[in-house]
């Protein structure tokens, strides 16, 4: 394994694949900031709402998923952005009925 500042990198591995393990990258684990704690909620509440048998609430958390606003602070996208994810990614993810599940227990 060769060491790189504070990552290591595995013998074999491809340097220009950037094969960093994201523990290696970021060290030890820290506790999230409330920014991050409450971003995560607004997260885990919209799943949470496209699963409710209430119907108001499953469409306002479609639109909020399917929107591309940038504007408002807690939109979509926005809230991808702050967290680094992936919106089209997660979007897609969310919207499979399989990962509901899946998404609850990671969120």
Request: hydrophobic share 45%.
């Amino acid at each position: 394994m060769a060491v790189f500042g504070n990552a290591q990198k595995f013998e074999g591995a491809d340097e220009s694949e950037g094969a960093i393990i994201a523990g290696q990258f970021y060290g030890t684990r820290r506790a999230a900031s409330p920014e991050v704690l409450l971003l995560l909620a607004i997260l885990k509440t919209a799943i949470d709402d496209l699963r409710d048998s209430n119907k108001r609430l499953r469409a306002d958390a479609l639109n909020w998923f399917n929107s591309q606003d940038t504007k408002w602070p807690f939109s979509f996208c926005n809230v991808c952005a702050f967290l680094g994810f992936d919106p089209d990614f997660l979007r897609r993810e969310v919207m499979n009925k399989r990962t509901h599940k899946r998404a609850n227990r990671i969120l």
